[in-house]
C-alpha cells in the first residue's frame, strides 16, 4: 500500500512556524542564562530563570490541554505564540529581575499551549497512517532548531546585543502567529461534557491503566533522551577530550538522528508505533550501556552514533502514540495535557536523577542505572502496551 502524504497541506499552518518557535526556542535556552549573568545576575539566578520557564511549561500543559478540549486547537496556537510574544518583548525591554522572571514563565506557558496545540492539529487534521510521518517531520525541525538556534542566536546578540536577539525571537513569533491565522483550518472542539478540571480528573481515573503503561514507556524514553544530552559531554570530557572534540561527536550524532526522521515515520505509519518504540528504547539502552566503555574519539564517537540512532528511530514517537490514545480516550484535549506532563517530568527529571547518581557514584553509574530503567521501560512497551495503530497496512 502506498502511503499518502501529509506534507504540503501541513508546510504552511505547521511545519513554517514549528521551525521558526524551534530556533527561537532553542536560541533561548542559551541566551536567557548568559544575558542574566551579563547583567550582573548570579549563576544560580541565571539558572533559576531557566528553571523558571520549565515550571511554566509543566504547570500549563494540563490547562492547556482544557483549553484545547474547550476552545479548540487554533486558538491555543494562537494564544500560545502570543504569550511567547510578550516574554519575548519583556526580555528586549528590561532587566529587572522579576520581571525577568515573569517573562520565563510567560514563555514556558506559551510553549506547553503551542506544542499542545500543535499536536492536536496533527491529530485532527491528519488520518491515522500520516500522523507518523507528520510528526517525525514535525520532531526533525525541533531537532534543526536545536542546530540552528543557539547558534544563530549567539552570533546576533554578540554582533547587535542580546536585546535585538529577543526582539528578532519576538518578530518570530508574529510571523508564526500570522501564518497559523491565515492558513491553520479552524477545527472546532470535540464534543465534550466536561472540559475542566472534573472532566480532567475523570480522565485521569478512567485511563489510568494506560498512563501507567504507555505513559510510563513514553516518560522512560524520554528521560533517556535527556540522558544522552547530559552525558555525551559529560563522558567526552571525562576521555580527554576538549570541546572541539566533543562538539564534533555530538553534532555528528545529531546529523544521524535528522537523517532518521522520515524512516521513523514511514515505519510506525506503515507497521505500527511499537516498531519505532521498542527498537528506540533497546538502541539507548545499548549506547547508555557503552558510554562508561568510552576512552577517547572514537568510542565515544560509536556510543553517540548508536544514542542518535536510537533518538532517530524514535523521531515524535511519544507524540504519536500519545495522538493515537487521546483518539480513543473521549476527551481529547484533557488526555494530551495528561500526557504531556508525564512526557515533560521525564525530560526535566533527567539532569535531577543523573546528578544525584553522579554525586552518591560516578557517571558511569549514573549511565547504566538509566539504562537498567531503560530496559524495564521497554519490556513495559514491547509487553504491556497495546499497538495504538489500528489495522497498520501492509
Keep these: 500500500m502506498t ?14 512556524p514549528s521551525l521558526l518557535m524551534a530556533v527561537s526556542q532553542e536560541a533561548l535556552m542559551i541566551l536567557l542564562p548568559l544575558y542574566l549573568l551579563e547583567t550582573g545576575a548570579s549563576p544560580a539566578s541565571a539558572a533559576l530563570a531557566v528553571g523558571l520557564r520549565g515550571i511554566g511549561v509543566l504547570l500549563f500543559d494540563v490547562p492547556a ?5 474547550r476552545f479548540g486547537d487554533k486558538p491555543v496556537l494562537l494564544g500560545g505564540l502570543s504569550l511567547i510574544l510578550v516574554g519575548f ?4 525591554l528590561t532587566t529587572e529581575p522579576w520581571l525577568v522572571g515573569c517573562a520565563a514563565v510567560a514563555l514556558g506557558t506559551g510553549h506547553a499551549a503551542w506544542m499542545l ?10 488520518e491515522p497512517h500520516e500522523l507518523g510521518r507528520a510528526i517525525a517531520a514535525m520532531a526533525a525541525l525541533q531537532r534543526g532548531g536545536a542546530l540552528i538556534g543557539p547558534m544563530a542566536g549567539g552570533a546576533l546578540a554578540g554582533v547587535a546585543g542580546f536585546p535585538a536577539a529577543f526582539a528578532v525571537g519576538a518578530a518570530s513569533a508574529v510571523v508564526a502567529g500570522s501564518t497559523v491565522l491565515r492558513f491553520a483550518r479552524a477545527v472546532p472542539p470535540h464534543a465534550n461534557p466536561d472540559a475542566g478540571l472534573r472532566g480532567t480528573v475523570e480522565v485521569l481515573r478512567a485511563h489510568a491503566g494506560v498512563l501507567a503503561t504507555a505513559g510510563g514507556s513514553a516518560l522512560v524514553l524520554q528521560l533517556m533522551r535527556a540522558t544522552r544530552q547530559l552525558l555525551v559531554p559529560l563522558f567526552g570530557q571525562s576521555a580527554g577530550l576538549d570541546v572541539t572534540t566533543i562538539g564534533l561527536v555530538y553534532s555528528l550524532s545529531t546529523v544521524i538522528d535528522i537523517a532518521l526522521f522520515y524512516p521513523s515515520g514511514v515505519l510506525a505509519d506503515r507497521y505500527g508505533r511499537k516498531w519505532s518504540a521498542v527498537p528506540s528504547m533497546a538502541l539507548y539502552v545499548l549506547g ?30 511519544v507524540m504519536i ?3 493515537d490514545l487521546a483518539r480513543t480516550s473521549g476527551r481529547y484535549g484533557q488526555f494530551l495535557g495528561l500526557w504531556r506532563v508525564i512526557g515533560d517530568v521525564g525530560l526535566s527529571g533527567a539532569p535531577l536523577i543523573v546528578g544525584t547518581i553522579v554525586n552518591v557514584a560516578n557517571l558511569a553509574i549514573a549511565s547504566l542505572a538509566v539504562a537498567s530503567i531503560g530496559v524495564a521501560g521497554a519490556l513495559v512497551m514491547a509487553f504491556a502496551v497495546a499497538e495504538t495503530l489500528h489495522d497498520p497496512p501492509r
Design 65 to 69: 490541554g482544557m483549553l484545547v478540549a
Design 321 to 323: 502514540i500519545g495522538a
Design 288 to 317: 547508555l550501556a557503552l558510554l562508561p566503555l568510552t576512552q577517547g574519539f572514537y568510542s565515544l564517537l560509536a556510543a553517540a552514533a548508536i544514542l542518535g540512532f536510537a533518538n532517530g528511530i524514535g523521531t515524535g514517537v
Design 3 to 16: 502511503l499518502s502524504s501529509p506534507y504540503d497541506r501541513l508546510l504552511a499552518p505547521v511545519y513554517v
Design 117 to 126: 496545540g500543535r499536536q492536536s492539529y496533527l491529530a485532527d487534521t491528519c
Design 89 to 92: 518583548l519583556v526580555l528586549a
